[in-house]
């Protein structure tokens, strides 16, 4: 396997892939839907090589069950198929169009990227999702899988190319980086001649590795540190039941709260019940010195670590601010620009959440759990950026295309 | 000069531009402007010291006048600080919002892209511009000028910082690197803590160091290979007007025509005038052999660097082709994605060129000229990208943002 012989062929490829039609696209994804159900079983035993192999490495029960293809995620992957398969294709959408005084329409049309890398871990069914967000948006696309899944990325791939192959869409769009040799990895991230951007998907480790080796550009998914701020004029029946969903919903995802900040003029009137809640769920609460005096032998006394900490486990850091301005900066500072929410009845304090707190998702009233592109009604998501340029948040198919400027003229020159 | 002193107080005051009313970002621009005017001669007298230096370096030509602000261009810098003063803050736009069957309101708002480094040589005035540009849409900025124009970029760095002061907007939002040690670039390219963005503007070679070294996101400008394409059915007297206007009117600039190609159908009615034209316009030209067939004494023969060569110069690169795929593969191939334009009188092959060329700007029946912000309708420009990440084509003020999500909730969980 050459990685620049694959990249070249992604790049040439990816050419002709802007005028093939929506429903050729469409009956792509629906036909790998229908192979994956009918090759169910040979899937489970690909996914059963790479299981016993991780087994025999050691790998620990968390990664066994990213690892794991059962009934249900195999479910979930056609489900994804048919998904995409009913969104809207934005290729070819011209977003604005105007008129110069010298005549010339100018628009901005919607078009591929071009190649698309996907760096990812352990998660075979991303091989899938990040695939038909490619294909139907019309971007070639490089899949490189982590090695512990090498066999069910293998066999996921050549379900897609079949069928790619049965409809008529070239197959060399779906690239697959077919090695468990790092390397191959950082081969892959000089190419900018024919790879247009680099998604990587997976921990800290891996997306700093890529973001310093890469010379394409590259849509980053770093950490979750997200807050809810309970306000002075916050509805506490709604505090409550927002900052408990926030935390113990699924604890070890990037949108849970690992952060409460909580106004003084509330602290007496809403922390020993909200502590309450949290100590039968079994969420261990760091806090700051005016938390702790509410339950001084629960709480422990949070460091400044715990601020920047993003725990994704049941364990909470507290603080109490006198302002909202108090609050707004913490989030700022230790925040990871992800998503926040504010609990308040008031209005312009609302609005100056809103505008001054600088994550991709911020939120009045509501849980920070939501952010996700299925659930903000995106369809299947390709991850969540936490970058600032191209896309924050939520990153759906639509953010795999970029406008182009388009111009119709009858003659014009320049004078 | 601690570079990460500038950096990180940068980021501290870029959260609080958010804020900040149009009508203030507005005065600080006019006042600049005034200041600029009034302090016409002091401006011209620090411009002299960087030309006297630069005399004494032993500059070229071409790069004294780069760096000459003369009356001409204090006037035009005072001009950009009126234009974007006149654009449409972006900032809080809302650009989508939709409900959830949850009763969720989710939307996409402008926002600024936070702080926004800008490293760029020789031309003084893109001080003003880019300061302007990140005024107007409440970025905080990091100005690196070329070691060259240092005490030209100090003094209208004084003049912004002033204007700023002067109308209650934060001057340490415009930063400085007051520096001529290249070393700081490369400091500067590893704040990605405190930097969101990078933008270089000036030669491939700074574009560049700065793509390899940053770890932020960086938007790039490299060349522009940019053709224009004959067609069998194309209106021969456009195609004349075009090609001249596209090669001749300014060649030392991006958007300026370096190949020509030319569908063999109309070769013989379309080649000889042109050539002609071109030849007493005092253009030299590269051919392939069908080309030199109608000119042997006057066309060179062209080699393969050609046809990937940005000349900036009254040479011009010239193919007969056998079709419109032949053409369209050739500027896929060997263009730089940038501006590329197609003579036809044909629809179907005008919309086939304008979906399959990959360029940012694709032009039918017009010169690759007017590749530009203000031509465009944009007002300033911050630069045009040949990137394929968040922006393609003239960066305009709307792309010194960022849509991020914002949450209207009344108390939804995640169940």
Redesign the interface.
């Known amino acids: 396997m050459n990685v620049e012989d694959i990249a070249k062929k992604a790049k040439e490829v990816s050419?002709q892939l802007?005028?093939i039609s929506t429903e050729v696209k469409n009956r792509v994804l629906l036909r790998a839907a229908e192979l994956i159900e009918e090759k169910r079983e040979v899937i489970e035993k690909e996914n059963k090589k790479d299981l016993v192999a991780g087994e025999e490495k050691g790998l620990s029960k968390a990664m066994l069950d990213r690892l794991l293809l059962n009934e249900k995620r195999i479910k979930g992957m056609v489900q994804v198929l048919h998904d995409v398969a009913a969104l809207n294709d934005p290729v070819?959408e011209v977003i604005k169009m105007?008129k110069?005084p010298n005549g010339?329409k100018?628009g901005k049309?919607r078009?591929p990227?071009?190649v698309v890398g996907i760096i990812y871990e352990s998660r075979p069914n991303v091989t899938v999702e990040a695939a038909s967000l490619c294909i139907k948006s019309s971007n070639a696309v490089i899949l490189k899988g982590g090695s512990e899944a090498i066999n069910s990325n293998r066999v996921l791939v050549s379900i897609l190319k079949e069928a790619a192959a049965s409809e008529g869409f070239p197959e060399e769009a779906i690239q697959f980086m077919d090695t468990t040799d790092r390397s191959a990895v950082k081969e892959m991230l000089q190419l900018d001649e024919y790879i247009?951007?680099v998604i990587p998907r997976g921990g800290e480790g891996l997306i700093r590795f890529v973001?310093?080796n890469a010379?394409m550009?590259?849509?980053k998914h770093y950490k979750g540190v997200c807050h809810v701020y309970v306000d002075e004029f916050a509805?506490l029946?709604?505090a409550w039941?927002?900052c408990?969903?926030?935390k113990v919903?699924?604890p070890g995802v990037c949108n849970a709260m690992e952060t409460m900040l909580v106004h003084s003029a509330v602290a007496e009137a809403f922390l020993p019940k909200m502590i309450g809640m949290f100590k039968e769920a079994g969420v261990e609460i760091r806090g700051c010195d005016r938390t702790r005096a509410f339950a001084p032998d629960y709480v422990k006394p949070a460091t400044e670590d715990d601020w920047y900490a993003e725990y994704l486990d049941l364990i909470l850091a507290v603080r109490v601010v006198d302002s909202l301005d108090e609050a707004?900066?913490h989030i700022?500072t230790y925040g990871s620009h992800h998503s926040d929410a504010i609990v308040t009845e008031n209005y312009t304090n609302g609005m100056?959440f809103?505008?001054?707190v600088?994550?991709?998702?911020?939120?009045?009233?509501?849980?920070t759990?939501?952010?996700d592109g299925n659930?903000?009604?995106l369809g299947a998501e390709m991850g969540i950026s936490t970058?600032?340029?191209?896309?924050?948040?939520?990153m759906g198919l639509e953010d795999l295309t970029?406008?182009?400027?388009?111009?119709?003229?009858?003659?014009?020159?320049?004078e």
Do not use: C
């Open positions: 050419y802007v005028d070819g105007w110069r010339l100018i049309m078009v990227l071009g247009d951007v973001a310093e010379r550009p590259v849509i509805d029946e709604k039941k927002i408990f969903n926030a919903q699924r707004i900066d700022n100056k809103l505008n001054r600088d994550s991709a998702a911020v939120y009045i009233n509501a849980s759990r939501f952010t659930v903000f009604g970058d600032k340029v191209h896309v924050r948040g939520p970029i406008p182009k400027y388009i111009i119709f003229g009858d003659g014009q020159i320049r």
